[in-house]
Antibody, heavy 117, light 112 residues
Framework: QITLRESGPALVKPTQTLTLTCTFS??????????VGWIRQPPGKALEWLAL???????RYSPSLKSRLTIAKDASRNQVVLTMTNMDPVDTGTYFC?????????WGQGALVTVSS | QAVLTQPPSVSGAPGQRVTISCTGT?????????VQWYQQLPGTAPKLLIF???NRPSGVPDRFSASTSGTSASLAITGLQAEDEADYYC????????????FGGGTKLTVL
């Protein structure tokens, strides 16, 4: 059974850095072809892809957010970490991690992050 | 603004058939990058409904089907049920700007 779970702060202040962790089970990021990504969703708005990391440490970022994002993996701990710098209230939303497998096949429940002073 | 364009809302009565369109460009759907469709019930994570243009994951009813043509894709739901009321998103890959995954703006399906 494949599961993913996001964790991190529910509230961050403007200009701070957000760090989110995706802890997964049921698969390994050491397996060829496996990739995990992050997608966010502002309240009442559409999904937006942020970043993705492959089993071979290849990393991809949203062109519009690339300068603020870093994605990393710890395959031994079955975790993927996303950091986003210089947080702004417009970054408020639910952040999901998901495994890429012919589309984003498996999703975490999401972590709501509010950016406010 | 989303890279893939969807109608904001569609509606239909129980038992009817509805379709949701997803319009892309020559750098995503038109470049033969596969389209996925997701269903998102209120307060929940998206669920993969269709992958690789036309394929249903196990457990997804065959009332859901999809197709692609040129730079567009379409999701069809037949025998509409109250439980189908949700937001639906298309998703593909875009080769511009170095390549990235893209979503549609989402379509709210209301079952009348």
């Amino acid at each position: 059974q494949i599961t993913l779970r996001e964790s991190g702060p529910a509230l961050v202040k403007p200009t701070q850095t957000l760090t989110l962790t995706c802890t997964f089970s049921g698969f390994s990021l050491r397996t060829t072809g496996v990739a995990v990504g992050w997608i966010r969703q502002p309240p009442g708005k559409a999904l937006e892809w942020l970043a993705l990391i492959y089993w071979n440490d290849d990393k991809r970022y949203s062109p519009s957010l690339k300068s603020r994002l870093t994605i990393a993996k710890d395959a031994s701990r079955n975790q993927v970490v996303l950091t986003m710098t210089n947080m702004d209230p417009v970054d408020t939303g639910t952040y999901f991690c998901a495994r890429l497998n012919w589309g984003f096949h498996y999703w975490g429940q999401g972590a709501l992050v509010t950016v406010s002073s | 603004q989303a890279v893939l364009t969807q109608p904001p809302s569609v509606s239909g009565a129980p038992g009817q058939r509805v379709t949701i369109s997803c319009t892309g460009t020559s750098s995503n759907i038109g470049a033969d990058y596969e389209v996925q469709w997701y269903q998102q019930l209120p307060g929940t994570a998206p669920k993969l409904l269709i992958f690789a243009n036309t394929n249903r994951p196990s457990g997804v009813p065959d009332r859901f089907s999809a197709s692609t043509s040129g730079t567009s894709a379409s999701l069809a739901i037949t025998g509409l049920q109250a439980e189908d009321e949700a937001d639906y998103y298309c998703q593909s890959y875009d080769t511009s700007l170095g390549g990235y995954w893209v979503f549609g703006g989402g379509t709210k399906l209301t079952v009348l």
